[in-house]
């Protein structure tokens, strides 16, 4: 039996996490010793282990939950699980990437037209980046990635854009 404290220890984890998986039936309930302390049992560190790496893959506490409430030798649900997540990931792929096209290329309009002069956004017929433009938009790009400045809040001009 390992006390929260070891159990958090073992499994690099703090003893409120433990709790709080405690309190959505991730985990077992834990049994209490004379002096008050929850006693874990041995495996139960294999458990937390479980739910971290379920949570790794992008599965919510409902979906590990429903997971860890049958226990079965069968990997089939988790498989299942797992499917469900690379199919939603791919979705999400397709719409990042289509959405990494649409900044792009308003990145691209917006550095060649600052000044609109046909109303507002979206109002004008605008054309195909120029192969300046985009090596242009490459570098400060790149520039900004390279940067720790996160979003610029007290940046001081060091990723080298205007964004300060």
């Known amino acids: 039996m390992q006390r ?6 073992a499994t690099k984890t703090t003893t409120a996490t433990l709790r709080y998986y405690e309190s ?3 985990l077992p309930r834990a049994g209490r ?3 008050g302390y929850r006693a874990y049992p ?9 739910i971290r790496r379920a949570q790794a893959l992008g599965l919510s506490i409902r979906e590990i939950k429903h997971l860890v409430a049958e226990p079965t030798t069968d990997p089939a649900r988790l498989r299942r699980a797992v499917a469900h997540k690379l199919a939603a990931l791919e979705s999400r792929q397709a719409e990042l990437a289509t959405l990494h096209k649409d900044l792009e290329a308003m990145y691209l309009r917006l550095a060649r037209e600052p000044a609109l002069g046909c ?3 979206g109002d004008c017929g605008w054309w195909l980046p120029t192969e300046e ?3 242009a938009m ?3 790009v790149d520039g900004v990635r390279a940067c720790d400045c996160q979003d610029c809040p007290e940046c001081q001009g060091c990723c080298g854009t205007d964004c300060c």
């Open 4 to 9: 929260i404290g070891e159990l958090a220890k």
């Open 33 to 35: 010793q004379p002096n």
């Open 42 to 50: 041995t495996a139960a560190a294999g458990r937390v282990d479980f």
């Open 119 to 121: 109303g507002q956004v």
């Open 138 to 140: 490459t570098e400060e």
């Open 24 to 26: 959505e039936g991730l």
């Open 133 to 135: 433009e985009v090596m």
